[in-house]
């Protein structure tokens, strides 16, 4: 992209990032005081974990833009990945319990068994702004890892995470049969279509929750209610805070792109953060048109765009400047996260010692709102 000004293009920022410690050590004292004596914890399994923003979520124990998430009755006992900058990114803040897996290549029953299984199932083939490939994409049919930890182990409960597009794309197609095949194995699902403003999270972000019930077990989870509905958090107020900052006092806040803006490249990096609003959407390349600051000249921080994903600041990103915003823009909001991970944790103890019995009812009607929901996702 050429410089308005004719200049020579701006560089990024690569220095290191600076921390002492990092998530884990930071709070871990303060999480002790929030556990609840003699709950008794359920059992999690997480496929295709990133740098952990959804198992932070089900783990609970942080603080985000003044806001408190309390410490959730789950046991994260094993995690996977291939990328390895997410490895080592999630064990620096969360557990050791993570390997660097193509989960593709390993059996599912060489995994351990769970209670619950967890796993954003890779997006790009079925995202808007990707090839729009579906299964014919090269992680297409990523999901059939789940697939087969769930014949395998029988978890009582699933939840893949994806893009809204997918509910759209040929038609919904490809959602339709995804579900097909894990309710054929035994499990009822319903799709939650979440809109992360509606959630405290302050960008503009939409995303499917496939949650799924094995059917010997009764009922089903609520799904979340939105609480900021209507008085979302803008960008302005989850960053003003840090507009005088540009140092490592809080970590990763030194680390940006100072690319300008350009006539060329089809607009790329015309579009500035409005203040009174929820940010763009966070992506894995920041180098796009969207992630420019609301009132600064220059694009958002990495810990800027951790913020807007809800990342708490102890939360530390430890790679240079792109490597980190690959690793944000790739996360699921461990807020949003949380909000769901409560309705199963409230789920799971309403059903707790009760008998576990088919209800037909419960799955007619579900089927009948998951029917309407990618209706409804088609029509926007």
């Known amino acids: 992209m050429q410089r308005k000004d004719k200049k020579p293009k701006a560089k990024a920022l690569r220095n290191m990032p600076q921390f002492k410690c990092g998530f884990r050590d930071a709070v871990a004292s303060v999480q002790e005081k929030h556990v609840r004596d003699g709950t008794a914890k359920s059992s999690v399994l997480s496929f295709f974990s990133g740098c952990g923003g959804l198992d932070l979520g089900f783990i609970g124990g942080f603080s985000v833009l003044g806001t408190w998430y309390p410490k959730l009755p789950f046991e994260i006992i094993a995690a996977h990945d291939i990328l390895q900058d997410a490895v080592d990114c999630y064990r620096l803040n969360l557990s050791d319990n993570i390997e660097n897996t193509d989960l593709s290549k390993v059996s599912p029953e060489l995994f351990p068994a769970a209670d619950i299984l967890i796993g954003g199932f890779p997006c790009q083939d079925f995202s808007s702004s990707g090839p729009k490939t579906g299964f014919d994409g090269s992680r297409g049919n990523l999901y059939k890892v789940l697939l087969g930890y ?112 350009a006539t060329g490249g089809g607009g790329q990096g015309d579009n500035v953060n409005d203040p009174d609003k929820v940010s763009y959407c966070i992506r894995a390349n920041a180098r796009g048109r969207i992630q420019f600051h609301y009132k600064l000249d220059r694009r958002l921080t990495v810990r800027e765009c951790a913020r807007l994903q809800t990342f708490p600041d102890e939360f530390v990103f430890p790679f240079t400047t792109q490597r980190n915003l690959t690793l944000i823009g790739n996360a699921v909001p461990p807020v949003l996260g949380y909000h769901v991970a409560k309705a199963i944790s409230d789920f799971l103890e309403s059903v707790s010692g009760k008998s576990l019995s088919d209800s037909k009812s419960n799955i007619a009607s579900m089927t009948l709102r998951r029917e309407f929901a990618i209706q409804e996702e088609l029509a926007l």
């Open 150 to 261: 769930m014949k395998s182990h029988r978890p009582r409960m699933v939840l893949g995470e994806n893009v809204s597009y997918l509910a759209k794309l040929r038609n919904g197609l490809y959602l339709r049969t995804i579900l097909e095949e894990f309710e054929a194995i035994g499990y009822h699902f319903d799709v939650w279509d979440l809109y992360a403003p509606d959630y405290g999270v302050p960008q503009s972000r939409r995303r499917l929750f496939l949650v799924g019930v094995r059917d010997d077990i009764s009922g089903f989870p609520v799904k979340p209610c939105p609480v900021t509905a209507g008085h979302p958090v803008t960008i302005s107020k989850a960053l003003s805070d840090l507009e005088d900052i540009a140092d490592e006092r809080i970590p990763n806040q030194s680390q940006y792109f100072i690319s300008s803006k």
